[in-house]
């Protein structure tokens, strides 16, 4: 199978893996809005959050260096696998004896209560991140998406369970995600036979410093983008406003408020696990530069007619996953959700061209490029949040991820010079932007706008996406 169609065909499979799972998550976010406030729901967020901050650091960037290594053919799998495993394992001890004494500083007063669960909570996590990466390593395609559409089927389950029916909050989506985790890993274990992998033999000492030097650049970059997440909330809880409330509320009202441009990441995911595997498999093939330009260019085009389409219907989508029935504050989430839906397709664009640095080994420059990011978002959510309250998290948002990008385009190109639009990809922000804009001014009429628009939209990037799919899929 050539390059293209292999591309085309696991983006296919981890579809039918990643679609139906992904959009259950996001429908359980009906069920949070119903059982939980928005105090206890902008917990569970800073504790997600949380999760994202601290998991590269003692995994010490797993995700990236285990795929990396993994689907190179001059490794051993046995040792790359038992290698990472005593790595991550070393790694959940060292978390395990500091995340008890977060909770004695104010700024991290979220954890108490809860500092035993989330333990357990990133250490499956970590465990499950391991398994699942190391079967997509294999080029196990379908048996990494099976393995997703059982761990959400679970994962609903035990939420339905903890939180519906015996009212267990916060404490409740912390078991569920642990044992939705563990059922996972067995699963995988058994499937996969992940046993045969694993033994003290298989510990390459060579190995665990070369995948420490490969990855030691990449964990400053993950936590950066982390810290660009984790530090809207803080600022949102921790800020005094004379002009808007905030607090642990209001951090809740934003995490509904990314919700719903989850759906946005998930057209990305979907195309993303395919694409990273390819990015790395053809990094050193002498048609390179014109593959990574064709799939940049349909998935640009993709992303953008996405967000387009989603902003047409933000508005009932959002009372529809987000009902203000029992907590009427949720009524307004609707108010912050179109600028980040326009700021989340800028940051899977920079998560591509983040994918084009692992592949030709250039972590570092992941790693400015990520400082960019995180030097713009923090003291913008200084001055923005005070003034403009959560809307003010969300320009922040929108700001770092745009400048990112364009920090990326920019260098990435230089290593990697592919074909880019640059202009079409200004026209493209600009009218998503006056879709934003339409919404918060409540204009009337704004569905028959918002699609005059979307089809501006469809117009700038239908040409190239039918050019560019056309080819990937009659290309021999």
């Avoid at 790359?80 to 500083?105: N, Q, R, W």
């Avoid at 409330?245 to 995911?269: H, K, W």
């Avoid at 959700?337 to 326009?342: E, F, K, Q, Y």
Wanted: charged fraction near 15%; glycine fraction near 6%.
């Amino acid at each position: 199978m050539n390059k293209y169609k292999k591309l085309v065909f696991n983006t296919g499979i981890f579809a039918i893996g990643t679609f139906g799972s992904k959009i259950l998550i996001i429908l359980l976010t009906r069920l949070y809005a119903h059982n939980m406030d928005s105090v206890n729901n902008g917990i569970k967020d800073l504790l997600e959050t949380m999760l994202l901050f601290l998991q590269p650091v003692f995994t010490f960037a797993l995700q990236e260096y285990l795929i990396r290594f993994g689907l190179d053919k001059d490794y051993d799998k046995r040792e790359v696998f038992t290698t990472s495993g005593v790595i991550t394992l070393t790694g959940m001890v060292v978390m395990a004896l500091i995340v008890p004494f977060l909770h004695f500083i104010p700024l991290f007063s979220f954890f108490s209560g809860y500092g035993i669960l989330f333990i357990l909570y990133v250490t499956m996590s970590s465990i499950r991140m391991l398994c699942q990466n190391f079967v997509r390593s294999r080029d196990m395609v379908k048996l990494f998406s099976l393995d997703g559409i059982l761990a959400t089927l679970t994962f609903f389950i035990f939420n339905v369970m903890f939180i519906m029916w015996l009212g267990m909050g916060v404490k409740g989506f912390l078991l569920a995600v642990i044992l939705s985790d563990s059922c996972s890993v067995v699963f995988l274990c058994i499937a996969a036979r992940l046993r045969s992998f694993i033994g003290a033999e298989y510990f390459n000492k060579a190995l665990a410093k070369e995948m420490m030097h490969f990855a030691v650049p990449l964990i400053p970059t993950i936590v950066m983008w982390a810290v660009t997440s984790l530090s809207d909330r803080l600022f949102i809880k921790q800020m005094h406003s004379d002009y808007h409330q905030l607090g642990e509320g209001a951090v809740g009202i934003y995490y509904f408020a990314n919700m719903i441009p989850r759906l946005i990441g998930i057209v990305s995911t979907i195309f993303f696990q395919a694409w990273s595997m390819s990015a790395i498999t053809e990094s050193n093939s002498a048609d390179r530069n014109n593959f990574y330009g064709k799939v940049y260019n349909t998935y640009e085009s993709i992303m953008f007619i996405a967000a387009a389409a989603l902003l047409v219907i933000i508005k009932p989508v959002t009372t529809f996953l987000v009902p203000a029935d029992k907590h009427i504050e949720y009524a307004g989430v609707y108010v912050y959700t179109p600028i980040l839906v326009v700021a989340a397709v800028f940051m899977c664009f920079s998560q591509f061209l983040g994918s084009i640095y692992s592949a030709i080994k250039r972590p570092q420059n992941s790693f400015w490029t990520a400082l960019v990011a995180c030097g713009i978002n923090i003291p913008m959510n200084f001055f923005l949040i005070p003034v403009w309250g959560i809307q003010g998290a969300a320009v922040a948002t929108f700001l770092s991820y745009v400048i990112s990008f364009w920090a990326r385009i920019i260098d990435a190109r230089y290593y990697v010079p592919f074909r880019f639009d640059g202009l079409k990809n200004l026209l493209n922000m600009t009218v998503l932007l006056a879709m934003s804009g339409l919404l918060l001014a409540d204009v009337k009429l704004y569905p028959l706008w918002a699609l005059i628009l979307a089809a501006v939209i469809a117009a700038l990037n239908y040409k190239a996406l039918l050019v560019t799919v056309n080819k990937l899929l009659k290309r021999s």
